[in-house]
């Protein structure tokens, strides 16, 4: 096999077990543990891991393929909540690793973040989240105060949302190749007989209801990163949404589509959606809420705060004629009281979103390539 | 509050999110992110995460209190398996993440641990493993041919298990931050109706069987450890082990206790079962069967084989009386070909676990502290 890689040794050979039964060359794995530059698109950039258009690249094409050589059902959900079967009970299960830079933020921490995030991937399936798992990769040298901050806030998370961490791992890396914490958590939930909530139920016509105004988390995350700190009274939005969720059920509306815009946005969680679910979307961008100092931020960093992640916001895919009750049950749940319509689905332009701007003008809303807030949480 | 570290601020208010709104000295968040040296047993070291007292310990003084503030039965679970209650199925529910150094060794790679690791764990339970999540931290510069081979390899141990990969998340972090990839998987199993296994049902007279040649993984990785490169002929144990469970079960004996003895080897295992079952354990130790190759490489770093990983071993705990029918069942599976009886449990010397020596003296095993082997899996 010729070197792909002029400067080191070939990874796929090192990654062979056969050559690491020879003591020769090959047998230096710090060449591919090791980062190298970036070389023709081959390597794994921040990008990839920022819910953007890079991320489901490698999803599509990295991951899927490997996992799930033969697509079904269930694997088309890789990236958010699978519902399965266990034993007779329709059971979610969902994944997600931490990796929020700083570990505290305004508003909440890692700890929050692990819980309120794989909670509310639960919660946008319909479930009722029952279990959490907890592993921890630690950083060698990390203040053991630390560690426990982090998890009185998660183990406080768990408890305000109900749930119980049931099973945990702890690993430890060598300074230099971690960042103090990581935290992986695993829900389990079980959804109720008839709940059948997805992209592929979406419909024209719909209406796209958001929970609250967007961009606070990443906002609030970005104002206390080194080498960006700025003044601001923003605070994360992070929330456990599964209360919100069951208010909403409640009214006995079909909901068809639930999705927590996290990293990416709204502008991605809409993107992903108008894909799967074969639409077109149309958004009123002046109906978006935005706090102002969410959009002063925005606009000094030269970010789109459709594009900057939330923590404890849903947009909602429900028919026109139950959008009002919908809306009402919403406004009524704390989590829920900034809660507005803010578009609709379309047969046309299927797959595509636009915004209608202030001016009455459509533009495209892009699937964000993901590069501008890596480690958001 | 007096500044406990002398040479920085403190983490403690450093995570609390009320300073982190004043911009001034204490927003340096790199200051508790990054590595710092060891001081009085305040920080994590890297046996923290080796499977020993020390891991013990954290578990025990930091991670349970946190989480989970008034131990119950699923609360002891902590570490293992948790068998909980899904819509009336009674599910067990894993998760490990895996930052083996290096990502492939002999006999195997990352992924085929976080595979087989992950199903082994649910076995010890009892449980039928059906669905596995797998969340990845990849670090930035890492070859996307890597990620590619290492997904390949988790794609095909799923498969030869019989277990899907139904959700997924990926995360990417700078260089620096990570090594290469770190995976983490959660699963998902069924425990049959009458399945009754876990330390608690460990008796005096129990029969200790192991099924086959012990610390064969950990050498095999440190065989290919920059700084420790060795030329050996042994492979990785790496291999998913709820067929041989079921064959065991299938035998109608009851089996008492089952566990894989991963990281902190066979020692820690005994160890932890003996002080959860509140029973002696003694073992003859030259029946535990340990390859020359392995012996001679333990020999060679200054290890004890008992203290080395496995990660296609196990140990049971049977009735005496079913010890025969069950050693049979065992070794007419390829992955229990191996298995011999090495000792039994007492009523004596609760909680300690002692071995009589080829020469008919005994000596204490002791769990070990953990440091010797840091990223084994």
């Given amino acids: 096999m010729p070197d792909r890689h002029p400067t080191g040794p070939d990874p796929a050979a090192l990654l062979d077990p056969a050559p690491l039964l020879d003591p020769a060359p090959l047998l230096d794995p710090a060449t591919w543990s ?96 029952l279990y959490l798992t907890c592993a921890l990769i630690l950083e060698e040298g990390t203040g053991l105060d630390v560690v426990e901050r982090v998890l009185a806030d998660l183990g406080a998370a768990a408890r305000r949302a109900g749930v119980s961490v049931v099973t945990g791992d702890t690993k430890v890396v060598e300074s230099g190749h971690g960042d103090g914490i990581y935290v992986n958590t695993t829900g389990v939930g079980l959804v109720a007989p008839g709940v059948r909530i997805g992209p592929q139920q979406t419909r024209p016509d719909d209406v796209v209801i958001v929970s609250g105004p967007i961009g606070d988390h990443g906002v609030a995350v970005l104002s206390v990163r080194d080498g960006l700190l700025f003044d601001t009274q923003v605070r994360s939005d992070t929330a456990a949404l599964h209360g919100l969720v069951a208010a909403m059920l409640a009214t006995g509306a079909e909901i068809h589509t639930l999705r927590d815009p996290t990293r990416g946005g709204l502008a991605a969680t809409l993107n992903e959606i108008a894909r799967s679910s074969d639409v077109g979307i149309e958004i009123d961008e002046p109906a978006v809420p935005v706090r102002p100092a969410v959009a002063n931020a925005c606009a000094m960093l030269g970010l789109d705060p459709w594009s900057v992640a939330n923590e404890g916001r849903l947009v909602a895919f429900v028919p026109a004629a139950a959008a009002e009750d919908v809306l009402d049950a919403m406004r009524a749940h704390p989590l829920g009281a900034g809660a507005v319509a803010v578009g609709r689905c379309l047969d046309r332009h299927r797959g595509t979103v636009v915004a209608r701007t202030a001016l009455g003008t459509t533009r495209i809303v892009d699937l964000p390539q993901g590069e501008q807030l890596p480690r958001i949480c």
């Fill in 34 to 129: 090791c980062p190298v530059p970036l070389r023709e698109g081959a390597v794994v950039v921040m990008g990839h891991g920022a819910g953007g258009a890079l991320s489901a690249e490698l999803i599509d094409d990295v991951v899927v393929p490997a996992l799930a050589p033969d697509p079904g059902a269930v694997l088309r959900s890789l990236g958010d909540a699978a519902v399965v079967d266990v034993g007779g009970a329709t059971v979610a299960i969902s994944t997600d690793s931490f990796v929020v830079r700083p570990l505290a933020f305004p508003g909440g921490s890692i700890g929050d973040l692990a819980v309120n995030g794989t909670v509310n991937d639960l919660a946008m399936a319909g479930a009722q989240p």
